[in-house]
C-alpha cells in the first residue's frame, strides 16, 4: 500500500519535469512515411515564439534545393531554411505553428509537445488536427 503513493508522486515529478522542459535544442526529424532519418532541426525562441531551422541534412534526404517551395525559397538550399514558425507555448504543448515540407513546398498548421525531454511529438494539418501528420522528432546530445 505504501508504493502506490510513492509511485504517485514520481509520476508527479516526472509529469512537471517533462512540462517545465523546453524545445529548445536541436532534433533529428524522422519521417513518419518513410521511417529515415532526414535533418537535424534547431529550434530556438524569438520573442516568445519557436521557430526551427534545418542546421544538416542526413542521408535519407532526397533532395537538398526546395524545388516545389513558393516565393522566396524556392530553388534555395534546405540547410539554413527556418521550416517551423511561430509556435507559441500554451501550457504544456506549444500551437499556432507553421511547418514547410520541404519536399513538397507545402506549408501546413501545427503544434507540438515534448512527450519526454528527448522525443517531440509534432503535428502538422491543414484546417483541423485531425485532417494531418504526427512525427517525433529525438533531441540530438
Given at each position: 500500500?505504501?508504493?502506490?503513493?510513492?509511485?504517485?508522486?514520481?509520476?508527479l515529478?516526472?509529469?512537471?519535469?517533462?512540462?517545465?522542459?523546453?524545445?529548445?535544442?536541436?532534433?533529428?526529424?524522422?519521417?513518419?512515411?518513410?521511417?529515415?532519418?532526414?535533418?537535424?532541426?534547431?529550434?530556438?525562441?524569438?520573442?516568445?515564439?519557436?521557430?526551427?531551422?534545418?542546421?544538416?541534412?542526413?542521408?535519407?534526404?532526397?533532395?537538398?534545393?526546395?524545388?516545389?517551395?513558393?516565393?522566396?525559397?524556392?530553388?534555395?538550399?534546405i540547410?539554413?531554411?527556418?521550416?517551423?514558425?511561430n509556435?507559441?507555448?500554451?501550457?504544456?504543448?506549444?500551437?499556432?505553428?507553421?511547418?514547410?515540407?520541404?519536399?513538397?513546398?507545402?506549408?501546413?498548421?501545427?503544434?507540438?509537445?515534448?512527450?519526454?525531454?528527448?522525443?517531440?511529438?509534432?503535428?502538422?494539418?491543414?484546417?483541423?488536427?485531425?485532417?494531418?501528420?504526427?512525427?517525433?522528432?529525438?533531441?540530438?546530445?
Open positions: 500500500m505504501k508504493s502506490i503513493p510513492f509511485s504517485l508522486i514520481c509520476f515529478l516526472f509529469s512537471f519535469n517533462v512540462n517545465s522542459q523546453s524545445i529548445v535544442g536541436t532534433w533529428k526529424t524522422i519521417d513518419d512515411e518513410e521511417n529515415v532519418e532526414k535533418s537535424h532541426i534547431e529550434i530556438y525562441e524569438d520573442n516568445g515564439k519557436y521557430y526551427g531551422k534545418v542546421v544538416k541534412l542526413l542521408e535519407g534526404a532526397t533532395t537538398s534545393i526546395c524545388e516545389d517551395c513558393e516565393g522566396d525559397l524556392k530553388g534555395k538550399p540547410t539554413g531554411m527556418v521550416v517551423l514558425k509556435l507559441e507555448k500554451k501550457d504544456d504543448y506549444y500551437e499556432d505553428g507553421e511547418i514547410l515540407d520541404p519536399g513538397t513546398g507545402k506549408v501546413y498548421s501545427c503544434w507540438a509537445q515534448l512527450e519526454s525531454s528527448d522525443k517531440l511529438k509534432l503535428r502538422g494539418f491543414i484546417g483541423f488536427s485531425l485532417l494531418g501528420r504526427t512525427q517525433y522528432w529525438y533531441r540530438v546530445q
